[in-house]
Structure formats: structure tokens, C-alpha cells
């Protein structure tokens, strides 16, 4: 797998939350302005090449659906992040981000209380 690009990013959170959809429907979930829908299905194109989505045809339109689950992409971003900024530490991770991000006592609980149910 490989990271994709903001605009790739983009498309991927569209049709992840879709399910599937023809280039025109991604288009249209875009604030405005909205892009142009050649640079819509360009990127479509480029995440089908990718492995990230494929397609049903249905004459000469194709309806697009996600081969990457959100969830597997979130975990290997994840992991990537990890592993070149935290020198692959789960604790200096969450350390920034309750450092950085100012969580609450609450937060931190929570995070204790659902690692602590996964082990």
C-alpha cells in the first residue's frame, strides 16, 4: 500500500462514506467550488491504478468502489506515522498528542480504560 495525496485523500474519504459512486456523484459531494469533473475522474483513475478502488461498468460509465477498506488505510497511515515520528513508540505517540492536543483527564481515562479491555 501506498500513501495517497490530499486530492487522492479526498476522493477516498467520498466514496469510503458512498460505498460506491460514479464519478459524477463524487463530484457533486465537494463544497463549492467544486473541481472539475475531469480532475475528479483523473484522480478516480489514478486511485483505480493505485489497487484502492475498482469499478463496475455499466456501458461506457463506471460506478467506483472502494478495494481499501477506510480502516485499513487509517491503520497503515497509523503505523507510518508511528514509526517515522515516534520511533515506532505507541507511548511517545499518545505523549505528543496529550501534550500537544491539551486532553483532559477524562480523555485520558477513557484511552486507559479501552486499552486496558483490549489486553
Known amino acids: 500500500m501506498q ?3 490530499r486530492a487522492e485523500e479526498e476522493v477516498m474519504q467520498i466514496i469510503w462514506k458512498l ?3 460514479f464519478v459524477k456523484e463524487v463530484r457533486n459531494e465537494f463544497p463549492d467550488p467544486k ?3 475531469n480532475t475528479v475522474s483523473t484522480i478516480v483513475r489514478i486511485l483505480e491504478k493505485k489497487a484502492f478502488l475498482d469499478y463496475t461498468a ?3 460509465s463506471h460506478q467506483y468502489y472502494p478495494i481499501v477498506s477506510k480502516e485499513e ?3 497503515f497511515i497509523s503505523e507510518k506515522l508511528m514509526k517515522n515520528y515516534f520511533d515506532g513508540s ?9 501534550d500537544q ?3 483532559d483527564v477524562k480523555e485520558l481515562d477513557d484511552i486507559l480504560k479501552f486499552l486496558k479491555k483490549k489486553s
Do not use: I, N, Q, W
Open 101 to 103: 492536543k491539551e486532553v
Open 58 to 60: 455499466f456501458g461506457k
Open 73 to 75: 488505510y487509517t491503520d
Open 19 to 21: 460505498e460506491k459512486a
Open 35 to 37: 473541481p472539475a469533473y
Open 90 to 98: 505507541f507511548k511517545k505517540m499518545l505523549s505528543f498528542f496529550a
Open 3 to 5: 500513501e495517497l495525496t
